[in-house]
């Protein structure tokens, strides 16, 4: 009777232990739970190369045949520094990190790791560091937040959501711990032994602080300073959605663009044309497009395609005749990976107030694909969506009182005025243009 007791409460242990990992739970021996991959196959390193801590755009913008060439050099550091042994991922604690083959957008990750005392790691997402894996009880070396524990998005600024752990999830030496880290857009949660240390934190870009997240990147297995071993890899990739032609116009939004003709439309008339029910700013025209009515407080929402280095842009509250970003504001248009605008200010991309305020870069779609943009004028907050995801959200009256451009802008704080595409010689689409009226 003693030993049933015995065992049925550690029958009953192990349950609650895996029932804590939450919805999704890995599988033992390299087996992915449904609607998940292995990235590992438990036999070998394929699928891997190395790389360090760089920014990965640099080798993503590579030819196919130059990092195929890169990647078989790595290896030859990999294969000094990691191997698989029993179904596990072991490495050495140096070398190059692990880094899959594939690149990755918005995923579910799930990953067991195990490591020694004093050992220092982490996982990288989308090659971006880092998912923190460290010593919780070393005292000595780490005395700038290893004590908290693993788990937290340690690149993230100082003092910023998601940098330190909610709660201390670590388990003691020589047992394996379970990750589970969901990342869509710029937002991380992660989970370590059933517990959530993150909660829809937005992970800041180590390689480009003002940037934004990269839209696509490596998963890498950070080594550094003590041996660590990975097994049960696995990734559930998340669909993003994309901008589809609308049958209809949501609730409380009004048309702005009857999809036939410029009717309530001023201006540069000669500059657009309707082509296939789409507002189309031609190649050599474009010029300043006013509705014909002025708005206060809006949302304004659009879908938009570019050509390669296409520019453009949206006013608001903008007066009639006059320099939109300046007399009011303009919302920049512009191809984020055209080759031209390399080395634009920050407040020159696309979504930013020029200017004004810097937007968020890494979620725009590639030139040639269709995106979905809102901006919501709301008093002196402007915020600007991009595929869903906030990359603008600016005070007016705290961002007015030092302009990144160094000049003034006198019409910023306009309680009203006119809407515009203000073309600037590039062919930009757009469709689906309607506004909703805010008191």
């Not at 990269?214 to 669909?239: A, S, Y």
């Not at 700013?281 to 659009?302: D, H, M, P, S």
């Not at 050509?307 to 006059?322: D, Y």
Request: with cysteine.
């Amino acid at each position: 009777m003693i030993h049933r007791t015995f065992f049925g409460q550690v029958a009953l242990a192990v349950i609650l232990l895996l029932g804590a990992a939450g919805p999704v739970r890995a599988q033992e021996d390299n087996k992915p739970p449904a609607g998940f991959r292995a990235l590992f196959n438990g036999t070998d390193l394929a699928g891997w190369w190395g790389a360090s801590t760089e920014d990965p755009r640099k080798y993503m913008r590579l030819s196919p045949d130059a990092f195929a060439a890169r990647q078989a050099k790595s290896r030859q550091n990999v294969n000094q520094h990691w191997k698989a042994e029993n179904g596990e991922l072991v490495n050495d604690g140096k070398g190059l990190y692990l880094t899959t083959n594939e690149f990755f957008g918005d995923f579910e990750l799930l990953v067991d790791y195990k490591t020694v005392a004093r050992a220092d790691s982490g996982i990288y997402l989308r090659g971006c560091p880092q998912v923190q894996i460290w010593d919780s009880t070393d005292k000595g070396k780490w005395k700038i937040g290893a004590d908290k524990g693993s788990g937290g998005l340690w690149n993230n600024n100082k003092g910023s959501a998601g940098k330190d752990p909610l709660v201390l999830a670590d388990k003691p030496f020589g047992q394996w711990n379970r990750f589970r880290i969901k990342m869509v857009g710029d937002r991380v949660w992660v989970w370590l032994n059933g517990k959530q240390v993150v909660d829809n934190a937005v992970m800041h870009n180590y390689f480009d602080r003002k940037g934004g997240m990269f839209p696509r990147g490596p998963i890498q297995l950070q080594t550094h300073g003590g041996e660590i071993r990975w097994r049960n890899v696995f990734i559930r990739e998340i669909p993003r959605s994309k901008p589809v032609a609308a049958t209809g116009v949501e609730e409380g939004f009004t048309p702005l663009f009857n999809g036939k003709d410029l009717a309530g439309w001023e201006g540069a008339v000669k500059g657009y044309v309707v082509e296939d029910g789409n507002l189309v700013c031609v190649k050599k025209g474009g010029g300043k497009l006013y509705t014909a009515k002025e708005y206060g407080n809006f949302i304004l929402r659009f879908d938009f395609k570019l050509e390669t280095n296409g520019n453009n842009g949206v006013g608001i509250r903008c007066e009639r005749g006059k320099d939109a970003a300046y007399h009011g504001m303009e919302i920049q248009i512009l191809d984020n990976g055209g080759p031209a605008y390399k080395k634009l200010k920050p407040w020159q991309y696309h979504g930013s107030i020029y200017g004004v305020a810097a937007a968020m870069r890494g979620f725009q779609n590639p030139a040639g694909e269709w995106n979905s943009e809102e901006i919501e004028a709301r008093g002196n907050r402007i915020r600007v969506k991009l595929n869903g995801s906030v990359i603008v959200d600016a005070d007016l009256a705290e961002a007015g009182k030092k302009p990144l451009s160094g000049r003034g802008h006198p019409g910023l704080m306009n309680p009203k005025g006119y809407i515009a595409f203000l073309g600037h010689g590039h062919r930009v689409d757009f469709r689906n243009i309607r506004i909703k009226e805010l008191d």
